[in-house]
C-alpha cells in the first residue's frame, strides 16, 4: 500500500510546479530602464556609503568596463616596467 502515498505526494509536487514556474519566468524578464539604486562603500572610510542610482543597462555598462579594466591591468603585469627588483643592480627596469 506505499503505492497510494508515493503517487499522491507525486501528484501534489507536480500541481503547483506550472504557477511557480510562471513567477519565476516574470522574474527573469526585465526592464533595461529600470532604475536602480545601490550603495556603494567609499574608499578609506568604513562607515561612509554613496549611494548612486542608474538604469540596469547602464549597470551592465559600468561592470562591462570594469571587468575589461581589470583584463588589462592583468595583461600589463610582467610587462616591460616592473616595480619589482630584476636586473644586476637590483632596480627596478626602465621603462
Do not use: F
Not at 3 to 17: D, F, H, Q
Not at 68 to 92: D, F, H, M, Y
Request: aromatic content about 2%; proline content about 9%.
Amino acid at each position: 500500500m506505499l503505492v497510494r502515498p508515493i503517487a499522491m505526494a507525486i501528484a501534489l509536487s507536480i500541481g503547483p510546479a506550472a504557477p511557480i514556474a510562471a513567477q519565476d519566468q516574470a522574474k527573469t524578464t526585465y526592464d533595461p530602464n529600470e532604475k536602480i539604486c545601490e550603495n556603494l562603500p567609499q574608499i578609506g572610510s568604513r562607515l561612509s556609503k554613496k549611494r548612486i542610482c542608474a538604469t540596469r543597462s547602464e549597470w551592465e555598462e559600468r561592470k562591462r568596463l570594469d571587468r575589461e579594466a581589470v583584463e588589462q591591468a592583468q595583461k600589463l603585469i610582467g610587462g616591460p616596467c616592473q616595480t619589482t627588483p630584476s636586473g644586476r643592480n637590483g632596480g627596478p627596469t626602465p621603462c
